[in-house]
């Protein structure tokens, strides 16, 4: 009898001890050891951390509209803003029990993005996310995302990135044929190029077209969506264990979903093998992950839930991030004519009213400006987070285990110091003699595709797609804002319009 009393209770008691540990020790102990370094922060909560203050925050700002040329960063990362200016541009503050170290000072920035393969690594995903992107090229680390990025980065070498040429410009077709009729209404070009760069990323990387990989996106926005709502969410001890959220069950079932729709476009593809319609499994993005799939070496060979991932990750950061810079961009030609007349001059001197071709897009240099500077202040991501395992060296600070750092691109891109009092302003100019030149030879003033080895492989493809889309818009059509457009950039993993943006497009009268 006594024994069916103590057994709870030392459960119990053992239970409560490891709890204050992990949630109250460790957290304080953190606290105390960055406090006395001079990394400051709102103080540490029990167990919420300060997500609940992260939350009210957030909805706050939801529904405030901002101006153009205001300062972004307070309605898009409000926390990070207001402490920011409370404790410094290094600061700390809680994710639950987790610490978040900000860092906004730039060799600080570069020395954990430098040091991404094998210090700062990747930051853990939490369960929503691991059924989001979790075992895909963006969150693995070690050996596995050396052999996967290898793959990644064949898949845009030269000769690929010709080869893909045509078929974006054929995506880009597709558009302004939609488009034909429509001159003088109002066109929302965030949807538009949201179909754009589904059909691009479908066609380049996995031979198919938007059509087989519409579902696909479907859910991907979907999961998107739920991400980006638990990044501050609470996990309770124990309770989140024994007990799966609704989110949680949902996106359980949406990446359930996603594996078998990316099962069949694999099938088709291994089918024509099979089958004697096709010799190889093609070179594109699909072929060489089916190609590691069949590996005959089993060092070298992707497994099934490898290949899915990687299907994923590429469908989401290959349209949502170029559908939110080819909007942006056109935001920005629109409010400015100006520039809008000096990318379209260059167009015309380059390609006159043909097709882009590679050789040309390498000599958009008006193009490039202003692709920079639209990053610069509407880069599709704000931070690029990293987790410290083990304790270590940050340029004089002695950082503990367990830590999370958000270098923070979008403090850097707004920073006066750097960018000067017009800093919220849209002025390509500063990018007239290089990035180098504009950032005064500061790496990690300006690094929109990340810095260090965990770059973004993307990027040449990216800017390419970009390059050919305005160009052959900009051939064709003179780009004004619609009277409806509200300005409300939001954050939902990418940097978005929450209203979309409304232009009206007319005919152009250049001549070639
Ligand atoms: C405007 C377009 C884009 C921007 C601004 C962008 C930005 C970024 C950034 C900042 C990172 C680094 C993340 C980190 O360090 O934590 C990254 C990584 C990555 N990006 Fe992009 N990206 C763009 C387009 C693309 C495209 C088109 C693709 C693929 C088709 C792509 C695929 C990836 C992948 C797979 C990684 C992970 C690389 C690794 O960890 O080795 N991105 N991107």
Same mark, same amino acid.
């Given at each position: 009898?006594?024994?069916?009393?103590?057994?709870?209770?030392?459960?119990?008691?053992?239970?409560?001890?490891?709890?204050?540990?992990?949630?109250?020790? &460790?957290?304080?102990?953190?606290?105390? /050891?960055?406090?006395?370094?001079?990394?400051?922060?709102?103080?540490?909560?029990?167990?919420?951390?300060? @997500? +609940? *203050?992260?939350?009210?925050? =957030?909805?706050?700002?939801?529904?405030?509209?901002?101006?153009?040329?205001?300062?972004?960063?307070?309605?898009?990362?409000?926390?990070?803003?207001?402490?920011?200016?409370?404790?410094?541009?290094?600061?700390?503050?809680?994710?639950?029990?987790?610490?978040?170290?900000?860092?906004?000072?730039? *060799?600080?920035?570069?020395?954990?993005?430098?040091?991404?393969?094998?210090?700062?690594?990747?930051?853990?995903?939490?369960?929503?996310?691991?059924?989001?992107?979790?075992?895909?090229?963006?969150?693995?680390?070690?050996?596995?995302?050396?052999?996967?990025?290898?793959?990644?980065?064949?898949?845009?070498?030269? *000769?690929?990135?010709? @080869?893909?040429?045509?078929?974006?410009? !054929?995506?880009?077709?597709?558009?302004?044929? +939609?488009?034909?009729?429509?001159?003088? =209404? %109002?066109? *929302?070009?965030?949807?538009?190029?949201?179909?754009?760069?589904? %059909?691009?990323?479908?066609?380049?990387?996995?031979?198919?077209?938007? /059509? %087989?990989?519409?579902?696909?996106?479907?859910?991907?926005?979907?999961?998107?969506?739920?991400?980006?709502? @638990?990044?501050? =969410?609470?996990?309770?001890?124990?309770?989140?264990?024994?007990?799966?959220?609704?989110?949680?069950?949902?996106?359980?079932?949406?990446?359930?979903?996603?594996?078998?729709?990316? /099962? +069949?476009?694999?099938?088709?593809?291994?089918?024509?093998?099979?089958?004697?319609?096709?010799?190889?499994?093609?070179?594109?993005?699909?072929?060489?992950?089916? @190609?590691?799939?069949?590996?005959?070496?089993?060092?070298?060979?992707?497994?099934?839930?490898?290949?899915?991932?990687?299907?994923?990750?590429?469908?989401?950061?290959?349209?949502?991030?170029?559908?939110?810079?080819? !909007?942006?961009?056109?935001?920005?030609?629109?409010?400015?004519?100006?520039?809008?007349?000096?990318?379209?001059?260059?167009?015309?001197? &380059?390609?006159?009213?043909?097709?882009?071709?590679?050789?040309?897009?390498?000599?958009?240099?008006?193009?490039?400006?202003?692709?920079?500077?639209?990053?610069?202040?509407?880069?599709?991501?704000?931070?690029?987070?990293?987790?410290?395992?083990? %304790?270590?060296?940050?340029? +004089?600070?002695?950082?503990?285990?367990?830590?999370?750092?958000?270098?923070?691109?979008?403090?850097?891109?707004?920073?006066?110091?750097?960018?000067?009092?017009?800093?919220?302003?849209?002025?390509?100019?500063?990018?007239?003699?290089? &990035?180098?030149?504009?950032?005064?030879?500061?790496?990690?003033?300006?690094? $929109?595709?990340?810095?260090?080895?965990?770059?973004?492989?993307? /990027?040449?493809?990216?800017?390419?797609?970009?390059?050919?889309?305005?160009?052959?818009?900009?051939?064709?059509?003179?780009?004004?804002?619609?009277?409806?457009?509200?300005?409300? #950039?939001? $954050?939902?993993?990418?940097?978005? $319009?929450?209203?979309?943006?409304?232009?009206?497009?007319? #005919?152009?009268?250049?001549?070639?």
């Amino acid at each position: 009898m006594k024994l069916l009393i103590l057994a709870p209770c030392c459960f119990f008691f053992i239970a409560l001890i490891k709890l204050l540990y992990d949630y109250l020790w &460790i957290p304080l102990l953190i606290q105390h /050891m960055l406090n006395s370094q001079g990394i400051r922060g709102p103080p540490y909560r029990f167990i919420h951390g300060n @997500n +609940k *203050e992260v939350t009210k925050m =957030k909805q706050n700002v939801l529904s405030k509209s901002v101006g153009l040329t205001d300062d972004l960063f307070p309605k898009v990362q409000p926390h990070i803003y207001t402490w920011t200016n409370r404790y410094g541009k290094n600061f700390v503050y809680w994710n639950g029990a987790r610490a978040e170290l900000v860092i906004s000072e730039p *060799e600080l920035v570069k020395e954990v993005l430098k040091n991404s393969e094998q210090i700062f690594q990747k930051k853990k995903l939490s369960d929503i996310g691991r059924k989001f992107l979790g075992n895909g090229l963006i969150f693995i680390e070690g050996e596995k995302w050396a052999k996967h990025r290898k793959l990644a980065n064949h898949t845009f070498h030269g *000769e690929s990135l010709k @080869n893909m040429t045509p078929a974006i410009i !054929a995506s880009v077709e597709t558009m302004l044929e +939609k488009w034909k009729g429509q001159e003088g =209404k %109002e066109i *929302e070009v965030y949807q538009e190029f949201r179909l754009l760069t589904s %059909e691009v990323i479908s066609r380049t990387a996995f031979g198919s077209n938007y /059509m %087989e990989g519409e579902k696909i996106f479907a859910i991907l926005s979907k999961l998107t969506v739920i991400t980006s709502r @638990n990044l501050s =969410k609470t996990r309770i001890p124990l309770i989140s264990k024994l007990w799966k959220s609704a989110d949680l069950l949902e996106s359980e079932k949406l990446s359930k979903e996603i594996k078998d729709r990316v /099962m +069949k476009i694999v099938k088709k593809r291994e089918d024509k093998v099979v089958n004697g319609e096709a010799n190889s499994f093609r070179s594109d993005f699909l072929g060489l992950l089916l @190609n590691a799939y069949h590996d005959s070496d089993e060092k070298n060979r992707l497994s099934l839930e490898d290949l899915v991932a990687e299907c994923k990750t590429f469908y989401f950061a290959g349209q949502e991030t170029v559908n939110s810079l080819l !909007a942006w961009m056109v935001l920005h030609l629109a409010i400015h004519g100006d520039w809008q007349e000096k990318a379209r001059r260059e167009v015309i001197d &380059i390609f006159g009213n043909q097709n882009p071709h590679l050789e040309g897009i390498a000599k958009l240099k008006i193009m490039t400006m202003i692709i920079n500077e639209t990053l610069r202040l509407y880069g599709p991501s704000n931070s690029l987070p990293r987790a410290v395992t083990r %304790e270590v060296q940050l340029g +004089k600070l002695l950082l503990p285990a367990n830590i999370d750092i958000l270098p923070l691109n979008i403090g850097l891109h707004r920073d006066r110091h750097f960018w000067g009092d017009d800093v919220h302003h849209f002025k390509p100019e500063r990018f007239a003699e290089g &990035i180098a030149k504009a950032t005064n030879y500061t790496t990690a003033a300006f690094f $929109p595709f990340g810095l260090g080895p965990r770059s973004c492989v993307g /990027m040449t493809f990216a800017i390419i797609e970009t390059k050919v889309a305005l160009s052959m818009i900009l051939q064709r059509y003179t780009i004004t804002l619609s009277p409806a457009y509200v300005h409300s #950039p939001i $954050p939902i993993l990418t940097l978005r $319009p929450q209203h979309g943006i409304q232009v009206i497009l007319e #005919p152009t009268h250049s001549n070639a």
